[in-house]
Nanobody, 112 residues
C-alpha cells in the first residue's frame, strides 16, 4: 500500500529526499520512522492532512516533512545528515478509521 523511494548512500553533511506514495487509500496521518543497527524503530517525523508536523528532537532544523494530499504522498527532506541518521526508513500511514500501513523500508547510509 505504501511505496518508498529515495534512500541511498551519502556523505556526512549531505542531503537526501525520501518519497512515499499510496495509490489505494487515504491517510489522516503520514510519517517516517527509522531503525538503525541494533536499535528499535523510532519516529522521525509525522504530519496530518493540515500540515501540522511533529519531529524527533535530533532532526529538528535538519529534516522537513511535507505531504501532497491529492497524491496521497509524503516526503522527507533530510539535510545535514550524520552517521546517527543511518538506518532503514519506513513510511507509515494511518487511515481516518484507524487502519495502519507500513512501507517496505528504504536504506539510508551516511558515511563519515
Amino acid at each position: 500500500q505504501l511505496v518508498e523511494s529515495g534512500g541511498g548512500l551519502v556523505q556526512a553533511g549531505g542531503s537526501l529526499r525520501l518519497s512515499c506514495t499510496s495509490s489505494h487509500t487515504v491517510f489522516s496521518i503520514m510519517g517516517w520512522y527509522r531503525q538503525g543497527p541494533g536499535t528499535l524503530r523510532e519516529l522521525v517525523a509525522e504530519t496530518d492532512r493540515d500540515g501540522r508536523a511533529n519531529y524527533r528532537d535530533s532532526v529538528k532544523g535538519r529534516f522537513t516533512i511535507s505531504r501532497d494530499n491529492p497524491r496521497n504522498s509524503v516526503y522527507l527532506e533530510m539535510n545535514g545528515l550524520n552517521s546517527e541518521d543511518t538506518g532503514v526508513y519506513y513510511c507509515r500511514g494511518i487511515q481516518p478509521w484507524g487502519g495502519e500501513y507500513w512501507g517496505q523500508g528504504t536504506q539510508v547510509t551516511v558515511s563519515s
